[in-house]
Every structure is written in C-alpha cells, then in structure tokens.
C-alpha cells in the first residue's frame, strides 16, 4: 500500500505541474523556468544546451549522450547493477550473487585477479567507470524498493567548471533485508570522475577514485528443499525455513586509483600526429569471511553439522584475504588521417596477494602466505576508421617469465546507418586467479596451494544488428580450464559436509551460443522476443548451461493528459530449460560445479507499468507473479530459491540546470 502511496504522491504534483505551461518547442528545453506573474523586467532568453550536448565517454573514448526516453530497453535496466540481466540469475535477495545462464557474460583479464568472482557482480570495474562533458550541470538520481525492509539507491552530479574540465561524483548504496534468515546485503560505491582537456586539444586526462564496499549474510541456502517444495503454508513466510548458517557473513572491499592521459607531440593537429600516453591503476582489495558459530543444526540429524569440514577453531571464524595491484602502461601513438592510429607500449604489472600466516598441513605440505608477480608485457594496438569500416585490433604477449599472451580483434561494417555487422576474434593465454593457486582459511580442507598452467581460450564471434532482427553468435574453445568443484566423499555428503576445491580441466570444452532479439509492434501493442540457445560439447559435465533461454515482453504504450504523460504496461514472460546449475559455497566467494540437482523447467511472469513525465521514469512491477499459485520449485541455485513474488516501485529523474 505504500508504494501506491508514494506513487500518487509523486505524480499527481507532478501531472499538475506538467500542465502549468507547455512548450510550443519541439526540441527539449533544459532551462525550461516559470516566470512569477509579479515580473515587470523581460529576461533575456538562455542559451537552450541540446539533449546529445551531454556526453557519456567510455574508457576507450566511445561516446554516447543521455538518454532520457522511456523504452522497453531502459525498463531491463531498472536494477542494482543499471544493466540488462538477461542471461543471468538472480538469487532471491538482491545484491547476492548472479548465477550464470548464458556462458559468453564471462569476462576474460590474461591477469590474475583476486578472484571470489561471484562477489563482484555488484564490483565495478576500472572500464565500466564513465566520464562527462555537460554543458549544464546534470544530475540524476535512481531509487528502487528492495526485498522487505531497505533501498537501492544511485545518484551522480556531474559538471563542467569550464568548457575544458569536467567533474562527477557519485555513490550507489544498497541495503535489502530478504525473506530468508541470515540474508541482508549492505553495500556502498563511491566514485569520483575528472576529465580535462586542453583548448587544442594536446594534452587530454581522464581519471577517477573509487571506494567500495559489499557485506553479505551467508546462509549457506536452506537445509531441506523438501519443506520449500511442499508448498505448506508455514513455510511460505520463509523466515521458517532452516539454514545452514544463521551469523556468517562476507565482505568485499577495495580502493583504486586511475588515471589514463596521453599528450601529443606535435603542437599543431594535423594528418600525422605523435602522442605520448599512460595509464595508470593501483588497486587494495580485501575479501573477508567471517561465522561465529562453526556448527550448523538440521532437522533429521541428530548430531551437529560440521557444514565445510573439520576447522582449526571452535568459533570465531575469521579468514581474511588481501590483495593489492600497480599496473603502468606507457606507450607511443602515431595517428595517419590515412592509415590510422598505431600505439607501441610496454606495461608492468605487479600484485601482491597476501595472507598474515605460513600454514604447514598435516602432510607438512607448506601453504605460504602470499603470492606476488611482477610481470612485464609489449604490445601494439591498430585502430582503423575509414568510410563504414571501423577496427581495433590489439596484440600483447609477456617478455617475462610468466607466459601470457591476448590477441583481441574488433572489426565493424556499417552497411547503412540502420545496418551495422561486428565481428571479434579473440585469443587469450592468461594467467590463473589468485584464489585458485593459493587459499587459507580456518577451516583444514578449504587450505591449498596449487601452480595451475595457464588457461587458453579461443573465441571467434559475430554480431548482426538491424531493423527487423539484431543476432549474435559466438563459438568458443577452453582448454585447461578451471573450476571450483565439489570433491565431497560420499559420507561427508550424507552428513551434510560440502568440501570444495579449485580443479583444472584436462580436456577441450567447446561452447557454441547463438541469440537473437526481434520485437514486433501492432500499433500501440509490441512484442519484444529475446531467445539464447547454447551447445557445449565436452567430454564431462564441466561448463553446465540451460541449452534455451528466452524472454518474451508484451506491453502497451501510449499517451495521457494531453500527452504530458506516456506511459508502457505489460507482462515479461522469462524461461530456461533444465540443467546441472552451480551452486554457490560462501566460504571461498565461488560458484562450483555440481552434477547432482538440476535446477530450472520454470516460467516466471512479471506485471510491470512504467511512465515518464518529462525527464523523469516511474517504475512499478509486480515481479514473479505467479508464485502466488504455481508450485515452489524454482532456484536460482541448488539449496538457493529464487525470489517468491514480490511488488516493487523505482524512478530514474534527471535535472538538467
């Protein structure tokens, strides 16, 4: 009742003031002010900035502008992360982990990072780090309803002190407390963005600092799947669903400074130019797993459950792991009107990922405490523009001892401006991540030191983009490919102990994913259709996804009060076919691979309205409707539900000033 509340609240005031004064311009007014009927001085007339004036640039230097509309594709985007999530599952709090549907999300560094990838779903890398260029001051500020008590919220400012000098600042906070005992998320991201640039041109800077932060309940999932499945209504408040751990929880934290500036040599631009660029990246990550209580209780054992084995304490469990990272590159560009832009470099890379403790196992094998690399790389990278062919294509390989190579070539053909065809092909040696060649804990199995050979994928891919269907495939080979899996015994799984170690794949996997979008419009009613289908061959059940993944959207838009309003409602129909879906241990951070439960064969339908009043986007959705009536067997993980049906209110609202 009190997201109706607020929504009435919000825009009634809102439709009112809309029909105060209209604009007879067809192009939108930032500094649209309401003149005071007391007024006896004409004003002069402002300079009106225009909508593609406020530019969104990306590391690479890809610019975009705001964008203010309200589609069906910014609605996919109404989350804690601002991105599309299809092909990804959600647990059923928000800001736990993401578990994997569609393979070809995976993201690839040669390397080695801290590792506890899934906790960094809510991470945010140094290239997904945007910077401004705003005529005006721009502000924006994102809200959205969390699971029971708590809020998602993300805003920015950002501004130009000159036409040269940018700056932003902006922080998302997330806090939701979930259905589930022992479940709440908190978590916080700091960003501070500066961009400058000469008048001419010569000397151009982008950098930024961030602070982050992700605390996570650990629960371990639920103790007994059959009390979810029954579908009795005591267990459909699933605060009376037994877990695991009811007072373990993580934390994911890290500082990183960046900056990437290049100068030209040549005071004049011209149709040759020499530049001299650098980047620079220091990073401090710490992942943190604390549980106080060591034992778990189960219904229908009797003695209690030693959940990861036997530990070298009794309570107070506190396993910390730190990290820290200095990369430098420095290179020189020669730019050619003709030929292109062709850039030299050399980079030094050096982490040092530590613990406070030298173990020696019951073997005398000896687990050190840190593992540190300095590793040095050359490379070239050739970017090509001419006509409707745009290319980048990037070559690095190690001159240390380590071995380590990335070749990435992106090529675009765009045919018109509605046709575009983009083709990648990628060859990546790189380095295994930390976690999988040294861990310690206070738990004795969950102790390791490993000297894993590189992994090596090829990846060949190809993207068709145009008006009546946008397709992608992609085929990719992995070869010594790593994975975290579960090496219980069989008496350690019948009392519920779960052991879980980093494991290499001997073998070739061969992954093959083909997708495609199409949306169908008949009149003020469309149809937007998204369906994944994905192949592996592979001699064990290693890299496991659903083989069809589809989401299907039918929605109505239209107009209201004198067009002051427009607003899209609809239903999202979202299906994947049933596989051997990774489950998740708390302990190391880390999905594993499992081959005892599938999950998935559910549908799950989602009621949504979504309005806009000028620059500001409502969004209303009932999410998982029909877990209301189906029955209870839908996860997001083995042991792990998804989210039972739940109402959620959001709005995005942009100032222009």
Do not use: C
Request: aromatic share 16%; hydrophobic share 35%.
């Amino acid at each position: 009742m009190r997201i109706f509340i607020f929504l009435y609240l919000l825009i009634v005031p809102a439709l009112l003031f809309s029909q105060e004064k209209t604009t007879p311009k067809s192009s939108l007014d930032m500094n649209t002010q309401y003149s005071s009927i007391t007024d006896t001085v004409k004003k002069k007339k402002s300079i009106v900035a225009k909508i593609d004036q406020y530019h969104i640039i990306t590391l690479e230097h890809d610019t975009t502008y705001v964008d203010t509309s309200l589609t069906i594709k910014s609605a996919y985007k109404q989350n804690h992360l601002r991105k599309d999530l299809f092909g990804l599952l959600e647990f059923s709090n928000i800001g736990l982990p993401l578990n994997t549907l569609q393979y070809s999300l995976t993201s690839f560094s040669p390397y080695p990072e801290i590792g506890f990838s899934a906790k960094h779903y809510n991470y945010i890398q140094a290239d997904e780090v945007r910077y401004y260029s705003a005529p005006t001051p721009l502000t924006e500020l994102f809200f959205n309803t969390t699971i029971n008590k708590g809020q998602n919220v993300d805003s920015f400012i950002t501004l130009n002190t000159s036409k040269n000098l940018n700056f932003s600042i902006a922080y998302r906070g997330l806090r939701s407390e979930g259905d589930y005992i022992n479940q709440l998320v908190s978590s916080g991201s700091f960003r501070f963005t500066t961009s400058y640039a000469t008048t001419n041109r010569r000397y151009a800077l982008n950098a930024h600092y961030t602070y982050q932060d992700n605390m996570n309940e650990e629960n371990g999932g639920i103790t007994t799947t059959a009390d979810f499945e029954s579908d009795d209504p005591d267990f459909k408040n699933r605060q009376r669903l037994q877990v695991y751990l009811t007072d373990a929880e993580s934390l994911l934290k890290g500082r990183r400074l960046f900056f990437d500036h290049a100068f030209r040599i040549n005071p004049k631009n011209g149709n040759n130019n020499l530049y001299i660029n650098h980047q620079f990246n220091y990073e401090n990550k710490s992942y943190e797993y604390k549980q106080p209580t060591v034992l778990s209780t189960v219904d229908g054992i009797s003695l209690p459950v030693k959940r990861f084995g036997e530990s070298y304490v009794t309570s107070s469990i506190n396993d910390q792991t730190h990290f820290e990272r200095l990369y430098n590159k420095v290179g020189v560009a020669y730019e050619n009107s003709l030929l292109g832009k062709f850039n030299f470099f050399v980079d030094d890379y050096r982490s040092n990922y530590k613990y406070n403790r030298i173990l020696i196992d019951a073997s005398g094998n000896v687990i050190p405490d840190n593992l540190f690399l300095q590793i040095n790389n050359v490379g070239g990278q050739f970017e090509y523009q001419k006509n409707k062919w745009n290319g980048r294509f990037l070559y690095t390989r190690s001159i240390t001892n380590q071995s380590l190579s990335d070749l990435d070539a992106k090529l675009r053909y765009n045919l018109n401006e509605k046709i575009q065809f983009d083709f990648r092909y990628r060859n990546i040696n790189k380095l295994p991540n930390n976690n999988y060649n040294l861990y310690q804990s206070s738990y004795v199995e969950y102790n390791w030191s490993n000297n894993f050979k590189n992994e090596k994928i090829n990846l060949l891919g190809a993207v068709v983009s145009t008006p009546w269907v946008n397709a992608e495939v992609q085929y990719t080979v992995l070869n010594d490919h790593l994975y975290f899996a579960d090496v219980s015994t069989a008496a350690e799984a019948a009392v519920r102990t779960q052991i879980i170690k980093p494991t290499q794949y001997g073998n070739a996997i061969n992954y093959l994913e083909i997708k495609a979008n199409r949306e169908f419009k008949f009149g003020k009613f469309a149809l937007d259709n998204t369906l994944l289908y994905q192949k592996v061959d592979q001699s064990d059940l290693i890299l496991n996804v659903p083989d069809f993944v589809t989401r299907n959207t039918f929605y109505y838009t239209n107009y209201f009060f004198k067009k002051a309003l427009y607003a899209q409602g609809g239903i999202v129909f979202n299906y994947f076919t049933k596989y051997y879906g990774n489950s998740y241990n708390p302990v190391i951070g880390e999905f594993f691979v499992q081959n005892t439960k599938e999950i998935g064969n559910y549908a799950t339908f989602d009621v949504f309205i979504n309005a806009r009043i000028r620059q500001t986007r409502f969004y209303l959705k009932a999410e998982h409707l029909n877990a209301l009536f189906a029955k209870s067997n839908y996860y997001a993980a083995p042991d792990n539900p998804y989210r039972d049906f739940v109402i959620r209110f959001g709005l995005v609202w942009n100032f222009f000033q």
